[in-house]
């Protein structure tokens, strides 16, 4: 497939057939959290010129709305604490053809930047929440405040997104008995929750096979109490939802370890150095900031790179908790 200036929108297609319509743009690899599933304690973040600019962004962002992507999530790093990232928004907000712009984020900023989000044109939001206990939030934080952002769930619910959904990652021996209570807590909010099995990103401190949940075993904690049934509603995600019969709050589970959702992807992602990266669990990629930094402002040829980056996109992802990390790169890197 080659850019042309036809009417259609040309479609991104990889060889397995499968269409990609939703990206996940990493706006930042720093965070004002070191959470201990995703960053080291002695996390080094990189040098300014080794990360895209928001012009960068934008001009990335284009390209592929050009391409036909529908849906733009930011995630980072904390993607609120990038400085400008609501002029940023802004401009994403305004290109045309884009249908939902969402934002993955801890939550420590809701309380100052959701009416800007929100005006920006920010649909949905998720929001990680691991623990309703200040202690425990922040020996799994190690740096966050609970309150903080359980007052930003608050002001985000306030402002009215169209959904909020919270995430957890739930480790055995951490916070696997908080699973209810972070269940009833979404009911309460009557917001949607999702829980995300641990992935082998990055090396850090603890064994993840002894942490490692599936989303079964959460499943089964969740049964006893409140009958799930297979909600039909698909999202361009890849949680699985369910619904429970007296609550409009849905539950998904994330489980890229036990359900394997590879042959439904529809998403690529574009790390915080400008490398686009095909699969979350493998290294094929595409360095788009060269691109970008050696013919500036030239859409046509960094659309072209896009394209042909389609052909790299593996099929599906391994992934071993018992071998040595195959990805060393952390998820804040690759933007989850
Ligand atoms: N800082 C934002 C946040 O925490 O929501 C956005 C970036 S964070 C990398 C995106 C999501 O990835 C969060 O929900 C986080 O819990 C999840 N995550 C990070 N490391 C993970 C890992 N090793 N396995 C599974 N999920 C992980
Ligand atoms: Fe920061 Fe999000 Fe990673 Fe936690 S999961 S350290 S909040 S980027």
Redesign the pocket.
């Known amino acids: 497939m080659t850019v042309n200036n036809k009417a259609e929108t040309p479609k991104l297609v990889d060889r397995f057939g499968r269409s990609v319509d939703y990206v996940r743009i990493s706006v930042t690899d720093r965070?004002d959290?070191r959470?201990v599933?995703?960053m080291s304690e002695q996390m080094k973040f990189l040098p300014r010129e080794q990360v895209l600019s928001l012009e960068e962004i934008e001009q990335v962002a284009r390209a592929f709305v050009e391409l036909g992507v529908t849906k733009i999530r930011l995630?980072?790093?904390?993607?609120l604490v990038r400085r400008g990232i609501d002029q940023l928004l802004h401009k994403l907000g305004r290109l045309q053809g884009l249908n939902e712009l969402v934002l993955?984020?801890?939550g420590s900023q809701l309380t100052k930047l959701s009416e800007e989000m929100k005006a920006a044109g920010v649909k949905r939001i998720?929001?990680?929440l691991d623990s309703l206990r200040e202690e425990r939030f922040n020996r799994i934080t190690r740096t966050g405040k609970l309150n903080q952002v359980l007052a930003g769930i608050d002001e985000a619910i306030r402002v009215g997104f169209e959904r909020i959904k919270l995430?957890a990652?739930i480790m055995k021996g951490r916070n696997d008995d908080e699973v209810l209570d972070l269940v009833n807590f979404a009911r309460q909010k009557g917001i949607d929750i999702s829980f995300?099995?641990?992935?082998p990103?990055g090396n850090i401190e603890h064994e993840r096979q002894e942490t490692y949940c599936s989303s079964d075993e959460v499943r089964a904690l969740i049964e006893p109490h409140y009958a799930l049934t297979s909600a039909s509603d698909r999202t361009a995600g890849p949680s699985k939802y369910y619904r429970m019969a007296d609550s409009d709050c849905r539950i998904g589970f994330i489980s890229p370890h036990s359900h394997n959702f590879c042959h439904e992807c529809n998403r690529v992602r574009v790390t915080v150095e400008g490398r686009l990266l095909l699969c979350l669990g493998n290294e094929h990629s595409m360095d788009l900031m060269s691109v970008l930094r050696h013919h500036p402002g030239d859409l046509d040829r960094l659309k072209q790179t896009i394209i042909d980056a389609m052909d790299l996109k593996p099929e599906k992802h391994e992934f071993d908790l018992e071998a040595e990390p195959q990805i060393i790169r952390f998820?804040?890197m690759t933007?989850?």
């Open positions: 965070c959290f959470c599933y995703c995630t980072g790093g904390e993607p993955t984020t801890n998720n929001v990680s995430n990652v995300i099995e641990e992935m990103l998820m804040n933007g989850g």
